[in-house]
């Protein structure tokens, strides 16, 4: 068992004030930023923190007093119990000739049965050990540490949008990258050591803490810790804390034409960092098509409109639509329909499925109708439709 007490260089009787001065000396004579050529020198600033962590809170002290005058009671009757004096054995009458018995010479016996005397440097390894630091002494063997194991990295997913003219021609994108990735400094655990945070005082390590607001008891988020439960003593000095450093980067993909709306494309190892040798992450770019006045898609073909008068629709015309290369003449059959669709083969999208070729554009009519007639122009509209084989009076 650690003494805690032992560590600080107090006593039991010692006051919240004496642990208090006791630690603040012992950091910082044994602070690791002080002591760079020392390797044992971050063990014992954790050892000294963690004797202040139990006996500047009165509870974990008082537990701590009680475990302590529990195993000095154990030591005192164990010790009692080997100062006893042994019973007498009785002699035998007839005493057996014993063998002499060989031991090895590396317990410290000679062939004899005599111990050996030690040698000279067994009495300088053994003066070493008497030299030892009282937290050597006292702590516990350090368990071995394993490397850590492969930890990989954290994928990415953004959007980035493009127009139809991109999807028609295909087009290299730079997009910009912004995310939080693991500090390497401190291996995401916020401390300029690497240490394990330790458990906050105020809280207990609940992250919350109650205070009496008139005859309420209210929980708020501790003050100390920010309700986290846990404080570093050092942060870290790249990220202050947070774990994560903020990254920008600049990523140029290439587009091929006709891509389809919603199509997800994986780049990979371009996402968070791997930690102890561990592989990236990869990124996953959703391609979002851009919203177009003129056309609109259903996958590799497009549909436009037009707007005719009524008497280009009744007699047909011929009219200049644009296209997603040019533009060009279409011609509109008499008696076209309003709503109806008029096809231009081969003038849509670049087929996204491997097939050589392209979609088809549909040009759907709208007919205008005029506001308002004339006197003149209502006769001749009633004579049209009433007498459609009579020749049309114009006077």
Known sequence: MIDYYQVLGLTPAASAEDIKKAYRDLALNFHPDKNPTDQNAHTHFQLISEA???????????????????AKAAEQVATTVESLPQAKKKKKSTPAK???????????????????????????????????????????????ELPPEPTEGEDLHREIEITIQDIAKGVRKTVPIEYEDVCHHCVGSGSQ???EPRRCNRCDGLGMVQNLQ???????????CLGKGMLIDHLCRQCFG?????????????????????????IANHGKSGLHGG???????????????????????????????????VLGAKVQIDTLDDTLDLMVPPGVQPGQILPVPRHGLPKSNGEVGRG?????????????????????LVQFYDSPNMPIKTE
């Open 52 to 70: 202040y962590t139990i006996l500047s809170n009165p509870k974990t002290r008082s537990e701590f007093d009680q475990e302590r005058e529990s």
């Open 98 to 144: 014993r063998k002499s018995i060989s031991l090895p010479t590396w317990f410290g016996f000679s062939n004899r049965g005599q111990r050996r005397q030690p040698t000279r440097r067994q009495h300088r390894s053994k003066a070493r050990r008497r030299q030892q630091s009282w937290w050597n002494l006292s702590s516990p063997p350090r368990p071995v």
């Open 193 to 195: 050591h690497r240490a």
């Open 214 to 224: 008139g005859d309420y008891e209210v929980k708020e988020p501790c003050p100390s």
């Open 242 to 266: 947070k774990g994560a450093i903020e990254q920008k980067r600049q990523i140029a993909i290439n587009i091929q034409p006709g891509v389809q709306d919603s199509t997800i494309l994986k």
């Open 279 to 313: 592989e990236n992450g990869d990124l996953y770019l959703t391609i979002r098509q851009a919203v177009d006045e003129r056309f609109s898609r259903q996958g590799d073909d497009l549909t436009c409109e037009i707007d005719l008068d009524f008497i280009d629709a």
């Open 360 to 380: 088809d554009l549909f040009v759907k009519v709208r007919v205008l109708l005029p506001d308002e007639v004339t006197h003149r122009q209502r006769k001749l």
